[in-house]
Structure formats: structure tokens, C-alpha cells
């Protein structure tokens, strides 16, 4: 990416709509857009006004669009540079036409998330920052959008800058014992050095307390419904939605592919799989679909074992807790719920007839008929996934990025900590110290390499 050019993209997603934007930005912006743009109203331009006019190619006069145009004169704006948008109709027609228009005046087409990479080389957003951007866009419950919005504030960053801060300090004044030591330097306590590591180390461990938390609502859990034909599983599956997603009638292997749909429970995106019942069949369409659930059940993070209550455990029940047992053997990670479904009807089956069956996992009596059982169902979906929720006051870290970084920043000051509990030569303290503050610069984008910048904002949309 050359940095110097000014920079177009559409900023809406693809498709037909309402409004449509497209967006320059660089030193150039301002020059180019008003080549194009003839205000109705003519007069002086001021930053952070719209004003409405026709844009137009300037080789022919020819018209393309009424619209909106913005400006926003550097370094008031979201990259810090000359930003103007075009708010124009939202046909995909006119968007190409004004895109086009716009290079051909002189623009560059924008790369990946190029957009919110000079926000944050001019020094609008860190780094943090700049990867809370993307989660905004691609976040699917409400606790994630807080999460996000938190970081986009610089929540994480105050965290982590806190303790990079208290490092510094001690590594400078550590620093200058070893440089200046014939001179009048006063040497830095060992209970000193020990409180501060103490002090970072604990900041460090507390935000790694929220990681595997904070992965599940920005990532989702996939989750799957199993159990033999007909015990319910897709009415169960339309129920949590509120919809009738899922085909539901009495004949068994009428589900015979995997339906996936995303439930937001507790603010998790629960990734929920129906699946084709698993049983012995001869049919060749539903052994594909058993195949399927069989791989879907191994790659579950939750499974949810679906049981009719209202007749006892069949042969083909006892198939498919084999299975589960099975899966929750192989993989440490993944947990289990027992639906007792169908609990409208005169039961047989009850939660203490079958609490063994999957290692004492939780036992839900749902009707999906009713509804009844469903919000308990999501009580222990809750319960198992974050294990107590989250710190209210705390940071959360929600990037398997950020969680590496901690991790190689708690490495770090625990061998810092302990050069100093075995008395080691100050220099020793240092390396972890130095490791440490490159570990919280990286997170922070102080000591982000040209591939780690390359590696995140390849990651982002076009426009952004």
C-alpha cells in the first residue's frame, strides 16, 4: 500500500439498498471530490458539513447521481487525512459508476481495511483500537457489541498501557543502575522491583482471566442437537429461534442435512446445529445425513443430547449416547446437556433416570410445544460455557492475538520476578522487563511489525 494516495471504496456492503457510500480519502480527496460534485447551493466549503449536489464526470458533463456530500478536513476525520463520502443511491450500478468516476480522476482503489490502517498510522486509533473496528462490523449479539465497544474506547489499551508504563519505569531506572554503577545512582530495593512485577503480573493475569470468556462471545460456540428420529430435535431448534426454521412432522429421517442457525444466549452466538436423527438406516439420502450429524457431533463445542420423555429409552437412545459419551471421551473440551423434550406430554422418563447417563451433565425438562424448559436450557448453556461470566468492571480480551501476546508478557515478568527472588544480577531482570514491554507494544501496535500489521487489516472488508 502506498500511504501518499488518496484512496476510494465503497463502504456499504454489496447488494442493492436504500443509501450507498463511497469514500475518498488522502491529500487529494478534497481536489478530486469537488472535480466531480456540483453543489446546489454553491458557496464556501466547511469541514463537517454535507451539502446535496449532483456529481458528474467532468470529461463529458454527463450526469451519474444525486447525493450527500461530506467533507471532513485533516486531521479531523476517522483516518486523519482529507475525507470526503458520497452518500449516493444504493444501486450497484451507481456505485460502480462513482467508484470508477472517482479513479479515473486520479483515486486509488483502497485495499483491506487500508481505511481504518492510516486511522491508525496517523495516530487516531492503536492498534487495539483499529481490531475493535472490525469486530463492531462482524459482531452478532449485543454483549458482543459492548466487548467491542469497549475496546473501539480503549478500555484494553488503558490496561495494557497501565502496566506497560510501570515496567518502563522500572526497567529505565534498573537500566540506569547498570550503566551509571560507579556513580552516585541510587540502587532500585528489591522489594521495590517485586511490588511492581507483583503489580503488572496481576493486571496481566486478570485480563487472561476474561480471555476464554470473551473468545466464546466474540467467536460463538458451535453447538449441535442430537438424538434418534423423531425426539423432537427440530421443533426444539424452531422454538429457540421463534421460527419456524426447521421442516417438523411426525414421520422419522424427515431431517436428513444439517440446519444451522445462530441463537444469541447470554450474549454467546450459539452456532445451533440440527441434525438428521442417528440411526441404522437403509435409506441412502439419510445414511448421508447420519454421516453428517455423526461429523457435526465431533466437532461440537456443546452438545445438546435430546431425549423423548414420554416413552421409555429405545434401543436406538442407547446408540446415541454411546456416540456422545464417545465424543465427549475423545474431545476434554466439549460439554453436554440432556433435553428431556416432549414434556407436555404424560411422561416415563424423568431427570433421575437418565442424570448418569452423559457424567452427571445437566437435565432440562423442555416442551417445544409449550416453550416450557426453554429459558432454563439457556441458563445451563450459560452456565457450562462461561463457567461464573465475566468481570463487570474488567477488560475483557476477546482475540486469540492479544491472548498470545499476554501470555508471552505474563512468561516474561514471571522469569523477571523470579531472576529477582534468586537474587540474579539486575541484568537478568532486564530481559524479562524487555520482553515484556515489546510483548504489550505489540498488542498496542508500538512494536507492530510491517507483516503484523499486513496479517490484521488483510483481515478487514474493503471500505474500512
Not at 512485577?197 to 453447538?223: F, H, K, Y
Request: charged share 25%; aromatic share 4%; glycine share 8%.
Amino acid at each position: 500500500m502506498d500511504l501518499e494516495d488518496t484512496i476510494a471504496a465503497v463502504a456499504t456492503p454489496p447488494g442493492e439498498g436504500a443509501i450507498g457510500i463511497v469514500r475518498l480519502s488522502g491529500s487529494q480527496a478534497f481536489a478530486i471530490g469537488k472535480r466531480c460534485f456540483r453543489r446546489q447551493q454553491p458557496g464556501k466549503w466547511q469541514s463537517h458539513r454535507s451539502y446535496v449536489g449532483l456529481v458528474f464526470d467532468p470529461a463529458n458533463n454527463e450526469r451519474v447521481d444525486q447525493v450527500l456530500c461530506t467533507y471532513m478536513r485533516r486531521p479531523h476525520s476517522y483516518t486523519g487525512e482529507d475525507v470526503v463520502e458520497f452518500s449516493c443511491h444504493g444501486s450497484p450500478a451507481v456505485l460502480r459508476r462513482m467508484l470508477a468516476l472517482l479513479v479515473a480522476q486520479g483515486a486509488r482503489l483502497a485495499g483491506p481495511g487500508e481505511f481504518t490502517l492510516r486511522a491508525f498510522l496517523n495516530g487516531k486509533l492503536d492498534l487495539a483500537q483499529a481490531e475493535a473496528v472490525m469486530d463492531v462490523v462482524r459482531t452478532r449479539t449485543g454483549k458482543g457489541l459492548s466487548f467491542a465497544l469497549d475496546q473501539l474506547d480503549g478500555r484494553l489499551s488503558r490496561h495494557i498501557q497501565q502496566s506497560r508504563q510501570r515496567v518502563l519505569g522500572l526497567l529505565a531506572r534498573l537500566e540506569a543502575n547498570i550503566d551509571f554503577s560507579e556513580d552516585d545512582v541510587p540502587a532500585v530495593p528489591a522489594h521495590e522491583v517485586e511490588a511492581s512485577l507483583a503489580a503488572a503480573l496481576a493486571n496481566v493475569d486478570q485480563l487472561l482471566a476474561t480471555a476464554r470468556s470473551g473468545a466464546l462471545i466474540r467467536d460463538g460456540v458451535p453447538a449441535v442437537l442430537v438424538g434418534r428420529p423423531n425426539v423432537g430435535k427440530s421443533s426444539l431448534l424452531n422454538a429457540f429461534l421463534s421460527s419456524d426454521r426447521a421442516i417438523v412432522t411426525d414421520i422419522p429421517g424427515t431431517t436428513r442435512d444439517v440446519l444451522e442457525e445462530t441463537v444469541d444466549v447470554d450474549g454467546i452466538p450459539l452456532v445451533l446445529a440440527d441434525t438428521a436423527g442417528i440411526a441404522d438406516t437403509h435409506d441412502v439420502v439419510e445414511q448421508i445425513g447420519v454421516e453428517r450429524s455423526r461429523a457435526s457431533l465431533a466437532a461440537a463445542r456443546l452438545i445438546i443430547l435430546v431425549l423423548d420423555s414420554s416413552m421409555p429409552l429405545q434401543p436406538e437412545d442407547h446408540d446415541v449416547i454411546g456416540e456422545v459419551n464417545s465424543a465427549l471421551a475423545i474431545n476434554t473440551d466439549q460439554r453436554a446437556i440432556i433435553a428431556l423434550n416432549k414434556a407436555d406430554k404424560a411422561r416415563v422418563l424423568f431427570p433421575n433416570d437418565v442424570q448418569h447417563l452423559l457424567n452427571d451433565s445437566p437435565v432440562v425438562q423442555t416442551s417445544a410445544v409449550t416453550s416450557d424448559g426453554l429459558e432454563a436450557l439457556r441458563v445451563d448453556i450459560s452456565e457450562i460455557l462461561l463457567q461464573g461470566g465475566l468481570p463487570a468492571e474488567s477488560a475483557v480480551v476477546t482475540s486469540l492475538r492479544h491472548q498470545e501476546v499476554l501470555q508471552e508478557a505474563q512468561t516474561a515478568l514471571t522469569e523477571a520476578r523470579q531472576a529477582v527472588a534468586d537474587d540474579l544480577p539486575a541484568d537478568f531482570v532486564c530481559i524479562g522487563l524487555r520482553a515484556a514491554v515489546n510483548a504489550f507494544g505489540e498488542l498496542t501496535g508500538e512494536s507492530a511489525t510491517e507483516d503484523l500489521l499486513d496479517r490484521i487489516f488483510g483481515e478487514f472488508c474493503i471500505g474500512k
